[in-house]
């Protein structure tokens, strides 16, 4: 039972129905202790003294008799009833516990006192009711990715992409949601996104998932956004992602970047790459992360989990420090800034493997982006160093399917020497034809996509829609063919692929 607002005034009110009424009003004022006799008002210790409660009518014999049968076991009632005194530990179940004292007053009127008096907390189902958890339960149920929050709008969850509206919670309070945030902020993030009107982090819920939390104030009031994260690290196959990623995982040096614009699947697909990791090679291996989704347990790997904002201050400082800390492995969640980009490279350059993610669409304009942290006079030297770091870009989107769900679309981009030499040059079309006919591994977006369709996982309107080359793609269906119109003669050892 929760306890509820105390009345403010001193009417009085009829408590014949049960002793939890008294108890629960005691316990909102403050008091101590709470001493029952026929005859009489309720008395209340408070601030030390006995005071009678007057807005309460006085108790009649027959009342103080239930109060008895409350608040004793059928033990203790008999007891009671065979020697006339009892002083013993009392418990509602699901209510409250006590200490209670029962006995004859010295004018051998029968009274009853207790002390100590413990409210129990509210059980699980009054606990989720209205609340984020709550939610959280039933977004999971209805495989939801996230759900969103907003005062004056009723909850959304993301489903398979699509926001779709929880139209049964009613529309959000300014009142609720400060109960949001209370439920899911410690009191020190409580105080810093009241000061900062943000605030990223991350909330447990055991046997369940894990949240990544986004709070935010915004025209309308607060707004709220918890993306669901598996608690088990799924596996490349789990994921149908190829093989040449758990290779890449094994290299023991270079950069590795995975791209993708936000809600694409990056953090999952560099999860399921540590995952590969931490069950085939016994590595060092120290992320950096803001904040923390996946949850990894240290196997053949050491697994070191830093989150920005509760184990350190900033990605560069961490990354820096990182460099001390002999890792074999550094995985960088945002590249978000010049320092981390350059402290990346250096990594990457000096016998550290460096997975990290770009905002990007498509491979060859994350090696564009990584440029774009320079000033024109830096690039042209900065382009050899990135290029000497670079060992793969791994682009990725995430696909409707057929069968409701969403897959991953990966572009992959291997840094090979006719490759590295293109990006010396700045020839992104001839890269994006290199990786067409590679042998390597590279493949294009379309030719994911192309691949997707012919194995009947996405429809062509869809691989049409994620498409960065929608022509090239339509040429490719129609052809059957995983190769564009650009790439020249067909071989038919091409065909047979």
Known sequence: MTATKASEDHTAFDASASIRFIIQDAYDRGATALYLQPGRPPFYRLTGKLLPQDHIAPLTPEQFRQYLQEVLNPKQLKYYLEHRKLDADARIPG???????????????????????AIDGPGLEVQRQGTVRALVEDAFSQGASDIHLQVGEPPRFRIQGKMVRQESYGRITTRQFDDFLQEVLMPVQLEQFRARQELDTAILYEGLVRCRVNCAQSIMGGSMVLRLISLKVPTLDELGLPD?????????QGLILVTGPVNSGKSTTLAAMLRHLNDTLPRKIVTIEDPIEYVHTSNQCLLTQREVGLHTQEFKDALRASLRQDPDVILIGEMRDRETVDTAIRAAMTGHLVLGTLHTKGAVNAFKRLLNFYTPEEQDTVRIQIV???????AQTLVPTVLGGRTAALEIMLNTDAIRDYLQKGNAEDIYLLMEEGSDGSQTMNQALFDLYEAGVINANDALTASLMPEDLHYMLKNHTRRSSRSGLM?????SR
């Open 244 to 252: 040449i990623l758990g290779y890449l995982a094994e290299d023991k």
């Open 388 to 394: 000497d770091a670079l060992r793969a870009v791994i």
């Open 95 to 117: 209510f409250m516990q006590c200490r209670v004292n029962c006995g004859p007053t010295a004018q051998g009127t029968e009274a009853m006192s207790l002390n100590s008096i």
């Open 491 to 495: 071989s038919s050892e091409y065909f």
